[in-house]
């Protein structure tokens, strides 16, 4: 184990952050203060040099080769597959098929799956879902007449449980639904979503882009059929992330994509896919962003990943309390439990030009849709400010940020 990716002793962000480059800038004279984590996370040393480290000094194709650099390229390449059922509870490597964000694992399953689907079929959504998790089923509803229900957000940003459960008929052969809001932060109770879909006799997914970052996940006791995140959100590179699929789900569904390393034999007249999860990953893959990926799930088993949780509950926690002294505050996703996120809209002041201006101080955060119209459209908004938090994040950060927004509104209202 490398210095950069040792326990940091009692959860000393201070330790933390130096672990971040990034984090020591300045941004228009102030010091950064980034709370876009939601969006993309930053990275450790540990991961921008297993990255570097991959271009410098062993850098070859991977799985082709019998030349020591594709040797060891395809050794810490599938290091990282092993690492990613580890970190996911799965019971084999085999079940982890790498993708390059979870975007692509949901289509690869709409793809997949929805071969096997027919006009008048259905699939649920939620209301809080991304649109990666929403666009690749208008894609089967578009091409196949396949429909889609929605379970509703209550008020306060939680699922309406009541409702989804009215939503199965014998025609029900998919739950894709998001296991924590990248918007409201909500935590879905992920096990009785798989036990009523289980129930019904229907898959169900879970898109885990921000809850492999904010909260341990085990799919093996969720019991869910396939599982989704990103690595460029946990800390790692863009272009690398994890699509999990329980049981023999790799073996039964159709490949995603045709090429080279999916196959065992090509002829004329036919074609011999290989063993999974190989068969769901044609091409040449983004071997250093992989290798990368699993610095970053290593750096993230360094944590003390409880101690980490409850920096983060703190920070929203002073985020939210200073928000709510805010006049004509409105606030979204209060439920219990919820992961570092905090959207909020301020009367009289469009997001966009808050965030902007908080930017002049230095304070990065996200203003718009999110990804997420029928979300917006629920709570009759066109958008929100989001600021959301990573363990790095200090207290002082969240003080920085609750005055750059006072100064901002200032201005606008």
Known sequence: MTAHTKTVAAF?????????????????????????????????????????????????????????????????????????????????????????????????????????????????????????????????????????????????????????????????????????????????????????AHEHGAAILFDGTQAAVHMPVDVAEIGCDFYVFTGHKLYGPNGAGVLYAAGDWLDRLAPYQGGGEMIAEVSEDSVVYADVPHKFEAGTPAIADVIGLGAAIDWVNGLDRMAALTHERALLDRAEAGLAEIEGIRLFGRTQDKGAIASFLIDGAHPHDLAQLMDKYGVAVRAGHHCAHPLMKRYGVVGTVRASFAPYNTIEEVDAFLAALHKAKSFLI
């Open 12 to 196: 000393d962000v201070e330790a933390l952050r130096a672990q971040f480059p990034i984090l020591s800038r300045q941004v228009n004279g102030h010091p950064l203060v980034y709370l876009d984590n939601a969006a993309s996370a930053q990275k450790p040393e540990a991961v921008i040099d297993a990255v570097a480290n991959v271009w410098r000094t062993s850098y070859a194709n991977v799985h082709r080769g019998l030349h020591t650099l594709a040797n060891e390229a395809t050794e810490a390449f599938e290091a990282t597959r092993t690492k990613a059922a580890e970190f996911l509870g799965a019971a084999s490597a085999c079940t982890i098929v790498f993708t390059k964000g979870a975007t692509e694992g949901i289509n690869l399953i709409a793809s997949s799956f929805g071969q096997e689907l027919e006009a008048g079929d259905e699939i649920i959504l939620s209301q809080m879902e991304h649109h990666s998790n929403i666009v690749p089923w208008h894609f089967l509803r578009e091409r196949k007449g396949v429909v889609i229900k929605w379970i509703p957000v209550t008020e306060d940003g939680g699922l309406d449980m009541e409702a989804y459960q009215q939503l199965f008929t014998d025609r029900t052969k998919l739950v894709s639904v998001v296991h924590m809001s990248n918007v409201l932060g909500t935590a879905n109770p992920a096990q009785e979503l798989t036990r009523i």
